[in-house]
Protein backbone atom coordinates (compact mmCIF):
# COMPACT_ATOMS: atom_id res chain seq x y z
CA UNK A 1 0.00 0.00 0.00
CA UNK A 2 1.06 3.79 -0.68
CA UNK A 3 2.13 6.32 1.75
CA UNK A 4 0.34 8.43 3.73
CA UNK A 5 0.33 11.87 1.87
CA UNK A 6 0.80 15.30 3.04
CA UNK A 7 -0.16 17.86 1.26
CA UNK A 8 1.79 21.73 1.23
CA UNK A 9 -1.00 24.14 0.54
CA UNK A 10 -1.40 28.35 0.66
CA UNK A 11 -1.46 31.12 -1.16
CA UNK A 12 1.84 32.21 -4.01
CA UNK A 13 4.91 33.19 -2.00
CA UNK A 14 4.41 32.22 1.47
CA UNK A 15 7.42 29.62 1.51
CA UNK A 16 6.10 26.79 0.71
CA UNK A 17 8.91 25.33 -1.20
CA UNK A 18 11.15 26.24 1.56
CA UNK A 19 9.14 24.07 4.05
CA UNK A 20 8.78 21.31 1.54
CA UNK A 21 12.70 21.39 0.89
CA UNK A 22 13.20 21.85 4.71
CA UNK A 23 10.89 18.91 5.75
CA UNK A 24 12.35 16.29 2.77
CA UNK A 25 16.40 17.36 3.79
CA UNK A 26 17.39 18.24 0.26
CA UNK A 27 16.65 20.60 -2.43
CA UNK A 28 13.71 19.13 -4.17
CA UNK A 29 12.07 21.72 -5.06
CA UNK A 30 12.86 25.17 -6.91
CA UNK A 31 12.82 28.02 -4.69
CA UNK A 32 12.92 31.77 -6.00
CA UNK A 33 11.86 34.57 -4.66
CA UNK A 34 9.42 34.93 -7.22
CA UNK A 35 5.61 34.11 -6.82
CA UNK A 36 4.21 31.08 -8.68
CA UNK A 37 7.27 29.53 -9.12
CA UNK A 38 6.11 26.13 -8.24
CA UNK A 39 3.28 25.05 -10.95
CA UNK A 40 2.52 21.56 -10.34
CA UNK A 41 2.59 19.10 -7.69
CA UNK A 42 6.14 17.85 -6.87
CA UNK A 43 6.35 15.06 -4.77
CA UNK A 44 9.10 13.59 -2.42
CA UNK A 45 9.20 10.64 0.20
CA UNK A 46 9.97 12.56 4.47
CA UNK A 47 10.90 10.62 7.49
CA UNK A 48 10.46 11.71 11.24
CA UNK A 49 10.90 9.57 14.07
CA UNK A 50 10.87 6.38 12.20
CA UNK A 51 7.76 7.05 10.32
CA UNK A 52 7.70 7.86 6.39
CA UNK A 53 4.96 9.74 4.39
CA UNK A 54 4.64 11.18 0.86
CA UNK A 55 5.39 15.15 0.94
CA UNK A 56 3.81 17.14 -2.37
CA UNK A 57 4.39 20.32 -2.85
CA UNK A 58 2.10 22.70 -4.86
CA UNK A 59 1.79 25.91 -6.41
CA UNK A 60 0.28 28.93 -5.01
CA UNK A 61 -3.70 28.76 -4.43
CA UNK A 62 -4.54 32.20 -6.35
CA UNK A 63 -8.29 33.61 -7.17
CA UNK A 64 -8.66 31.24 -10.34
CA UNK A 65 -10.35 34.22 -12.10
CA UNK A 66 -7.20 36.07 -12.36
CA UNK A 67 -5.87 33.45 -15.61
CA UNK A 68 -5.93 30.49 -17.20
CA UNK A 69 -2.52 29.06 -15.49
CA UNK A 70 -3.62 30.59 -12.19
CA UNK A 71 -6.77 28.39 -12.43
CA UNK A 72 -4.77 25.07 -13.86
CA UNK A 73 -2.58 25.68 -10.99
CA UNK A 74 -5.21 25.52 -8.71
CA UNK A 75 -6.68 23.14 -10.11
CA UNK A 76 -3.62 20.68 -9.03
CA UNK A 77 -3.88 22.12 -5.38
CA UNK A 78 -7.16 21.12 -5.40
CA UNK A 79 -6.39 17.53 -6.75
CA UNK A 80 -3.31 17.24 -4.46
CA UNK A 81 -5.66 18.42 -1.35
CA UNK A 82 -8.31 15.07 -2.46
CA UNK A 83 -5.44 12.96 -2.15
CA UNK A 84 -3.50 14.17 0.72
CA UNK A 85 -4.96 12.18 4.09
CA UNK A 86 -3.12 15.88 5.62
CA UNK A 87 -3.09 19.16 4.50
CA UNK A 88 -0.18 21.97 6.02
CA UNK A 89 -1.85 25.08 4.84
CA UNK A 90 0.72 27.57 5.24
CA UNK A 91 0.59 31.92 6.09
CA UNK A 92 2.96 34.19 6.25
CA UNK A 93 2.96 35.37 9.60
CA UNK A 94 4.48 38.80 8.33
CA UNK A 95 1.92 39.64 6.06
CA UNK A 96 -1.27 38.65 7.93
CA UNK A 97 -4.38 37.47 6.57
CA UNK A 98 -5.29 38.51 3.24
CA UNK A 99 -8.94 37.61 1.75
CA UNK A 100 -8.09 34.22 -0.74
CA UNK A 101 -7.01 32.26 2.63
CA UNK A 102 -10.26 32.69 3.86
CA UNK A 103 -11.81 30.66 0.55
CA UNK A 104 -8.74 28.66 0.97
CA UNK A 105 -9.50 28.07 4.60
CA UNK A 106 -13.33 27.35 3.60
CA UNK A 107 -12.38 25.13 0.88
CA UNK A 108 -10.29 22.91 3.36
CA UNK A 109 -12.95 22.23 6.01
CA UNK A 110 -15.69 20.99 3.15
CA UNK A 111 -13.05 18.23 2.17
CA UNK A 112 -12.79 16.87 6.05
CA UNK A 113 -9.36 16.63 5.79
CA UNK A 114 -7.14 16.88 8.79
CA UNK A 115 -5.60 20.42 8.70
CA UNK A 116 -2.59 21.83 10.40
CA UNK A 117 -2.60 25.76 9.92
CA UNK A 118 1.21 26.33 9.43
CA UNK A 119 2.29 30.18 10.23
CA UNK A 120 5.78 30.60 8.31
CA UNK A 121 8.55 33.63 8.39
CA UNK A 122 7.87 33.70 12.19
CA UNK A 123 11.68 34.66 12.70
CA UNK A 124 11.46 36.23 15.79
CA UNK A 125 9.03 36.72 18.74
CA UNK A 126 7.14 39.36 16.76
CA UNK A 127 6.15 36.53 14.29
CA UNK A 128 4.93 33.94 16.97
CA UNK A 129 2.88 36.98 18.01
CA UNK A 130 1.70 37.83 14.78
CA UNK A 131 0.96 34.09 14.04
CA UNK A 132 -2.33 34.48 16.55
CA UNK A 133 -3.91 36.45 14.00
CA UNK A 134 -4.36 33.28 12.14
CA UNK A 135 -7.03 31.55 14.49
CA UNK A 136 -9.51 33.79 12.46
CA UNK A 137 -9.19 31.54 9.82
CA UNK A 138 -11.32 28.61 12.01
CA UNK A 139 -8.69 26.01 11.61
CA UNK A 140 -7.41 25.76 15.12
CA UNK A 141 -3.99 26.85 16.19
CA UNK A 142 -1.47 28.35 14.11
CA UNK A 143 1.76 26.65 14.52
CA UNK A 144 4.89 29.32 14.07
CA UNK A 145 7.37 28.26 12.11
CA UNK A 146 10.37 29.79 10.09
CA UNK A 147 11.34 27.27 6.97
CA UNK A 148 14.63 29.32 6.41
CA UNK A 149 15.75 29.00 10.22
CA UNK A 150 14.37 25.31 10.44
CA UNK A 151 12.67 26.76 13.93
CA UNK A 152 9.66 25.35 14.51
CA UNK A 153 9.73 22.48 12.16
CA UNK A 154 10.41 19.93 14.14
CA UNK A 155 7.45 20.65 16.45
CA UNK A 156 5.37 20.77 13.58
CA UNK A 157 6.41 17.51 12.17
CA UNK A 158 5.82 16.00 15.41
CA UNK A 159 2.23 17.20 15.02
CA UNK A 160 2.38 15.85 11.25
CA UNK A 161 3.04 12.31 12.46
CA UNK A 162 0.56 12.00 14.94
CA UNK A 163 -2.26 13.14 12.63
CA UNK A 164 -1.30 10.49 9.93
CA UNK A 165 -3.35 7.53 9.54
CA UNK A 166 -2.00 4.25 10.72
CA UNK A 167 0.11 2.35 8.74
CA UNK A 168 -0.33 0.05 5.93
CA UNK A 169 1.41 -2.83 4.55
CA UNK A 170 4.76 -2.54 3.03
CA UNK A 171 5.00 -0.19 -0.35
CA UNK A 172 5.24 -3.00 -3.19
CA UNK A 173 8.35 -2.40 -4.86
CA UNK A 174 8.71 -0.67 -7.99
CA UNK A 175 9.34 -2.30 -11.12
CA UNK A 176 10.93 0.86 -13.22
CA UNK A 177 11.43 4.36 -13.44
CA UNK A 178 10.79 6.21 -16.55
CA UNK A 179 11.57 9.47 -17.89
CA UNK A 180 9.41 11.92 -20.07
CA UNK A 181 11.90 14.16 -21.39
CA UNK A 182 11.95 16.71 -24.42
CA UNK A 183 12.64 20.00 -25.32
CA UNK A 184 9.33 22.71 -24.34
CA UNK A 185 6.23 22.31 -25.42
CA UNK A 186 6.12 19.03 -27.13
CA UNK A 187 3.75 17.74 -25.22
CA UNK A 188 5.24 15.76 -22.44
CA UNK A 189 2.88 16.40 -19.53
CA UNK A 190 -0.06 15.62 -22.13
CA UNK A 191 1.78 12.23 -22.37
CA UNK A 192 1.71 11.59 -18.82
CA UNK A 193 -1.78 13.09 -18.48
CA UNK A 194 -2.88 10.44 -21.26
CA UNK A 195 -0.93 7.52 -19.69
CA UNK A 196 -2.23 8.20 -15.95
CA UNK A 197 -5.44 9.51 -17.78
CA UNK A 198 -6.33 12.22 -15.70
CA UNK A 199 -4.87 15.60 -15.25
CA UNK A 200 -2.41 14.97 -13.19
CA UNK A 201 0.44 17.91 -14.59
CA UNK A 202 -0.75 21.16 -15.95
CA UNK A 203 -0.81 21.23 -19.57
CA UNK A 204 -0.49 24.44 -21.49
CA UNK A 205 0.53 25.95 -24.80
CA UNK A 206 3.28 27.99 -22.84
CA UNK A 207 6.59 26.46 -23.21
CA UNK A 208 8.09 25.65 -19.92
CA UNK A 209 5.27 25.09 -18.30
CA UNK A 210 6.83 21.98 -16.18
CA UNK A 211 9.77 23.39 -14.81
CA UNK A 212 10.11 20.69 -12.33
CA UNK A 213 10.35 16.88 -12.11
CA UNK A 214 7.27 15.26 -11.25
CA UNK A 215 6.96 11.19 -10.15
CA UNK A 216 4.00 9.59 -10.49
CA UNK A 217 3.10 5.93 -9.41
CA UNK A 218 0.63 3.98 -11.64
CA UNK A 219 0.02 0.49 -12.41
CA UNK A 220 0.61 -0.62 -16.22
CA UNK A 221 0.14 -4.17 -17.35
CA UNK A 222 0.29 -6.13 -13.87
CA UNK A 223 4.00 -3.76 -12.88
CA UNK A 224 4.18 -0.91 -10.67
CA UNK A 225 6.17 1.82 -12.53
CA UNK A 226 7.39 5.43 -11.78
CA UNK A 227 6.68 8.17 -14.49
CA UNK A 228 9.05 10.94 -14.21
CA UNK A 229 7.90 14.04 -16.73
CA UNK A 230 10.56 16.69 -17.01
CA UNK A 231 11.23 20.51 -17.28
CA UNK A 232 11.50 20.66 -21.31
CA UNK A 233 15.76 21.22 -21.95
CA UNK A 234 16.44 24.06 -24.09
CA UNK A 235 19.96 24.54 -25.94
CA UNK A 236 23.18 25.05 -23.71
CA UNK A 237 23.07 28.86 -24.82
CA UNK A 238 19.76 29.37 -23.99
CA UNK A 239 19.53 28.48 -20.62
CA UNK A 240 18.64 31.48 -18.47
CA UNK A 241 20.16 31.34 -14.82
CA UNK A 242 17.65 31.15 -12.07
CA UNK A 243 14.71 28.91 -12.50
CA UNK A 244 16.00 27.50 -16.32
CA UNK A 245 19.15 26.41 -14.77
CA UNK A 246 17.63 24.44 -12.03
CA UNK A 247 15.04 22.67 -14.25
CA UNK A 248 17.53 21.76 -16.52
CA UNK A 249 20.11 19.90 -13.56
CA UNK A 250 16.45 18.50 -12.72
CA UNK A 251 15.96 16.84 -15.93
CA UNK A 252 19.19 15.70 -15.63
CA UNK A 253 18.91 14.09 -12.01
CA UNK A 254 15.90 12.80 -13.28
CA UNK A 255 17.62 10.85 -16.52
CA UNK A 256 19.97 9.70 -13.97
CA UNK A 257 17.51 8.19 -11.65
CA UNK A 258 15.50 6.51 -14.45
CA UNK A 259 15.81 3.00 -15.91
CA UNK A 260 14.72 4.13 -19.40
CA UNK A 261 13.71 7.72 -20.94
CA UNK A 262 10.98 8.73 -23.18
CA UNK A 263 12.02 11.38 -25.23
CA UNK A 264 9.22 13.53 -27.36
CA UNK A 265 10.11 15.05 -30.53
CA UNK A 266 7.31 17.22 -31.97
CA UNK A 267 6.31 16.08 -35.79
CA UNK A 268 4.80 18.88 -37.11
CA UNK A 269 8.35 20.31 -37.02
CA UNK A 270 10.88 17.26 -37.47
CA UNK A 271 14.22 16.68 -35.64
CA UNK A 272 15.98 19.64 -34.29
CA UNK A 273 19.48 20.08 -32.76
CA UNK A 274 17.70 20.31 -29.16
CA UNK A 275 16.24 16.77 -29.24
CA UNK A 276 19.32 14.97 -30.60
CA UNK A 277 21.27 16.97 -27.40
CA UNK A 278 18.67 15.77 -25.28
CA UNK A 279 19.03 12.10 -26.05
CA UNK A 280 22.60 13.07 -25.73
CA UNK A 281 21.97 13.86 -22.03
CA UNK A 282 20.13 9.95 -21.75
CA UNK A 283 23.17 8.51 -23.30
CA UNK A 284 25.67 10.20 -20.94
CA UNK A 285 23.24 9.28 -18.08
CA UNK A 286 23.46 5.58 -19.62
CA UNK A 287 19.39 5.13 -19.64
CA UNK A 288 16.98 3.40 -22.09
CA UNK A 289 15.71 5.45 -24.87
CA UNK A 290 12.89 5.57 -27.32
CA UNK A 291 11.77 8.22 -29.19
CA UNK A 292 8.03 9.07 -29.47
CA UNK A 293 7.43 11.41 -32.40
CA UNK A 294 4.18 13.29 -30.91
CA UNK A 295 1.32 15.49 -32.77
CA UNK A 296 1.26 12.58 -35.43
CA UNK A 297 -2.45 13.70 -35.37
CA UNK A 298 -1.68 16.80 -37.19
CA UNK A 299 0.64 15.71 -39.61
CA UNK A 300 -0.34 14.16 -42.86
CA UNK A 301 0.50 10.14 -42.33
CA UNK A 302 0.92 9.25 -45.64
CA UNK A 303 3.65 6.49 -46.68
CA UNK A 304 5.44 9.35 -48.59
CA UNK A 305 5.82 11.43 -45.41
CA UNK A 306 6.18 8.62 -42.90
CA UNK A 307 8.87 7.67 -45.09
CA UNK A 308 10.41 11.15 -44.91
CA UNK A 309 10.32 11.10 -41.15
CA UNK A 310 11.86 7.80 -41.00
CA UNK A 311 14.56 8.76 -43.05
CA UNK A 312 15.64 11.66 -40.17
CA UNK A 313 14.88 10.21 -37.13
CA UNK A 314 17.96 7.55 -38.63
CA UNK A 315 19.96 10.30 -40.28
CA UNK A 316 19.44 12.50 -37.05
CA UNK A 317 19.74 9.88 -34.61
CA UNK A 318 22.86 7.97 -35.94
CA UNK A 319 24.58 7.82 -32.43
CA UNK A 320 21.96 5.59 -31.59
CA UNK A 321 21.05 3.55 -34.08
CA UNK A 322 19.74 0.59 -31.58
CA UNK A 323 16.83 3.51 -30.34
CA UNK A 324 13.07 2.43 -31.42
CA UNK A 325 10.65 5.32 -32.12
CA UNK A 326 6.91 4.98 -32.28
CA UNK A 327 4.32 7.87 -33.94
CA UNK A 328 2.28 9.15 -31.51
CA UNK A 329 -0.48 11.46 -30.28
CA UNK A 330 -0.92 12.46 -26.72
CA UNK A 331 -4.31 14.23 -27.35
CA UNK A 332 -5.95 10.91 -29.24
CA UNK A 333 -3.58 8.42 -27.25
CA UNK A 334 -2.36 6.54 -30.31
CA UNK A 335 0.35 4.50 -29.49
CA UNK A 336 1.11 6.14 -26.12
CA UNK A 337 0.43 2.69 -24.34
CA UNK A 338 2.55 1.60 -27.21
CA UNK A 339 5.58 3.70 -26.46
CA UNK A 340 5.15 2.86 -22.50
CA UNK A 341 5.66 -1.09 -23.12
CA UNK A 342 8.55 -0.66 -25.95
CA UNK A 343 9.88 1.40 -22.55
CA UNK A 344 9.24 -1.83 -20.36
CA UNK A 345 11.23 -4.14 -23.18
CA UNK A 346 14.03 -2.14 -22.89
CA UNK A 347 14.05 -1.98 -18.92
CA UNK A 348 13.84 -5.72 -19.26
CA UNK A 349 16.84 -6.34 -21.76
CA UNK A 350 18.64 -3.94 -19.62
CA UNK A 351 18.34 -6.67 -16.96
CA UNK A 352 19.59 -9.33 -18.86
CA UNK A 353 22.44 -11.47 -18.31
CA UNK A 354 24.67 -13.18 -20.88
CA UNK A 355 26.78 -16.96 -19.52
CA UNK A 356 30.55 -16.12 -19.65
CA UNK A 357 30.82 -18.91 -21.68
CA UNK A 358 28.14 -17.27 -24.63
CA UNK A 359 30.35 -14.54 -24.60
CA UNK A 360 33.59 -16.29 -25.35
CA UNK A 361 32.53 -18.14 -27.99
CA UNK A 362 31.18 -15.18 -29.70
CA UNK A 363 34.58 -13.36 -29.01
CA UNK A 364 36.08 -15.63 -30.23
CA UNK A 365 34.56 -15.96 -33.84
CA UNK A 366 34.68 -12.25 -33.64
CA UNK A 367 38.22 -12.02 -33.58
CA UNK A 368 38.28 -15.08 -36.33
CA UNK A 369 36.50 -13.29 -38.71
CA UNK A 370 37.83 -9.90 -38.05
CA UNK A 371 41.08 -9.89 -36.16
CA UNK A 372 42.41 -6.88 -34.59
CA UNK A 373 44.79 -4.29 -36.54
CA UNK A 374 48.52 -4.37 -34.71
CA UNK A 375 49.00 -1.69 -32.52
CA UNK A 376 52.60 0.10 -32.43
CA UNK A 377 53.62 -3.18 -34.74
CA UNK A 378 52.52 -5.56 -31.87
CA UNK A 379 49.71 -8.13 -31.79
CA UNK A 380 46.64 -6.97 -29.55
CA UNK A 381 45.29 -10.20 -28.01
CA UNK A 382 42.14 -10.60 -26.11
CA UNK A 383 42.57 -13.00 -23.12
CA UNK A 384 39.05 -12.82 -21.09
CA UNK A 385 35.50 -11.35 -21.63
CA UNK A 386 32.66 -11.21 -18.71
CA UNK A 387 29.64 -9.51 -18.31
CA UNK A 388 29.83 -6.60 -15.48
CA UNK A 389 27.16 -4.97 -13.07
CA UNK A 390 26.19 -1.56 -14.08
CA UNK A 391 23.75 0.73 -14.59
CA UNK A 392 23.93 0.01 -18.91
CA UNK A 393 24.77 -3.61 -20.04
CA UNK A 394 28.15 -3.54 -19.34
CA UNK A 395 30.91 -5.78 -20.95
CA UNK A 396 34.31 -6.05 -19.79
CA UNK A 397 37.40 -7.48 -22.43
CA UNK A 398 40.80 -8.31 -20.46
CA UNK A 399 43.06 -7.42 -23.99
CA UNK A 400 46.84 -6.56 -23.94
CA UNK A 401 47.40 -3.96 -24.17
CA UNK A 402 44.38 -2.03 -24.06
CA UNK A 403 45.06 1.06 -25.66
CA UNK A 404 44.93 -0.94 -28.60
CA UNK A 405 41.52 -1.77 -29.16
CA UNK A 406 40.76 0.99 -31.62
CA UNK A 407 37.39 2.87 -31.85
CA UNK A 408 36.28 1.13 -34.64
CA UNK A 409 37.36 -2.08 -33.35
CA UNK A 410 35.06 -1.27 -30.01
CA UNK A 411 32.08 -0.54 -32.18
CA UNK A 412 32.61 -3.83 -34.43
CA UNK A 413 32.41 -5.81 -31.15
CA UNK A 414 29.22 -3.70 -29.79
CA UNK A 415 27.47 -4.59 -32.72
CA UNK A 416 28.86 -8.22 -32.86
CA UNK A 417 26.95 -8.25 -29.04
CA UNK A 418 23.64 -6.75 -30.47
CA UNK A 419 23.53 -9.32 -33.65
CA UNK A 420 23.89 -12.09 -31.64
CA UNK A 421 21.84 -10.98 -27.89
CA UNK A 422 19.79 -7.59 -28.49
CA UNK A 423 19.79 -4.96 -26.10
CA UNK A 424 17.73 -2.77 -27.94
CA UNK A 425 16.63 0.55 -26.98
CA UNK A 426 19.72 0.93 -24.74
CA UNK A 427 22.93 2.14 -24.76
CA UNK A 428 25.67 -1.03 -23.63
CA UNK A 429 29.14 -0.30 -22.21
CA UNK A 430 32.55 -1.83 -23.33
CA UNK A 431 35.58 -2.08 -20.97
CA UNK A 432 38.69 -2.44 -21.92
CA UNK A 433 41.21 -3.75 -19.29
CA UNK A 434 44.95 -4.62 -19.21
CA UNK A 435 45.07 -9.17 -18.30
CA UNK A 436 47.48 -10.42 -16.31
CA UNK A 437 49.07 -13.70 -16.52
Known sequence: ?????????????????????????????????????TRDRIYATAE????????IDTGGLDDPRAGEMEAAVRRQAEAAI???????????????????????????????????????????????????EFYALGLGEPYAVSAIQGHGTGDLLDVVV??????????????????????????????????????RAVVSEIPGTTRDSLDTAIEFRGRRLVLVDTAGIRRRGRVEQGIEHYALLRTAHALERSDVAILLTDGTEGVTAQDTHIAGYALEAAVGLVL???????????????????????REFHFAPWMRHHFVSAKTGRNVEATLEDALMVVDERKKRIPTSELHKLLTEAIAAHP?????????????????????????????????????????????????FGFPGTPIKLEFKASFE
Open 1 to 37: MPRAVVAVVGRPNVGKSTLFNRIVGERVAIVEDLPGT
Open 48 to 55: WRGREFSL
Open 82 to 132: AEADVVLLIVDAQSGILPVEHDVADQLRRSRKPVILVANKADSWRGEAQAA
Open 162 to 199: ERLPAEKEEELSTDAHVAIVGRPNVGKSSFLNSLVGSE
Open 292 to 314: AVNKWDVVDRGEEMTAQVEAEVA
Open 372 to 420: PSPHRGKEVRFRHVTQARGKAPTFVFFVDPPEGVHFTYARYLENKIRER
